[in-house]
């Protein structure tokens, strides 16, 4: 009973959407199944994320900023483990969140969590309700730690350069 969406400047392109609408039915998968969005208004797109329920993250190139927002709106992001430093994004959010659950080691743990954590309502909703002080209670969002440290490195980088 699942849907999917998509968004993406894009799908405002016909062509493009029916290429992406013929691979999911190429699939087995129905396009009345398929959301294709190409909002362009900052605040239409914020409210999108009240009719999503889990975030799926790109990969091998994750989503940072769309990740932290997702989080921020309540949507729990499943990520998939990366190779490489920019393919871990995801990963180092979820942990300093301490959602480590929600990171999939490879592409059958990416669709078996997927399946999980969608049948798991209870959770999900008490997760979705908590997600906005968890973050704001992480390390992602402790600033004052973060200029302590930023200040830090630059009277080093200054003491050791004699600037």
């Known amino acids: 009973n699942s849907k999917i969406s ?3 400047s894009h799908f405002i392109e016909s062509i493009n959407r029916n290429k992406i609408l ?5 699939n087995s998968i129905s396009s009345n199944r398929v959301i294709l969005g190409y909002e362009a208004e900052r605040t239409k ?3 999108s994320y009240d009719n999503i329920d889990i975030a799926l993250d790109t990969f091998p190139f994750p989503g940072a900023t769309v990740t932290i927002e997702a989080l921020w709106m309540g949507v729990p992001v499943l990520v998939k483990k990366g190779d490489k430093m920019i393919s871990r ?3 180092t959010i979820l942990i300093n969140l301490g959602l480590k659950d929600w990171i999939a080691e490879n592409d059958n ?3 078996e969590k997927a399946i ?3 049948n798991t309502i209870t959770n ?3 997760l979705r309700m908590n997600l906005r002080s968890r973050i704001l209670k ?5 600033y004052a730690n973060f200029v302590n440290n930023f200040e830090f490195m630059l009277s080093n980088l200054l003491l050791t350069k004699n600037i």
């Open 116 to 118: 999980y954590f969608s």
């Open 109 to 111: 743990e990416f669709i």
């Open 89 to 91: 994004n995801g990963e």
């Open 45 to 47: 797109l914020i409210k």
């Open 124 to 126: 999900l909703s008490y």
């Open 6 to 8: 998509l968004q993406s």
């Open 22 to 26: 013929k691979l999911f039915e190429k």
């Open 138 to 142: 992480s390390k992602i969002f402790d």
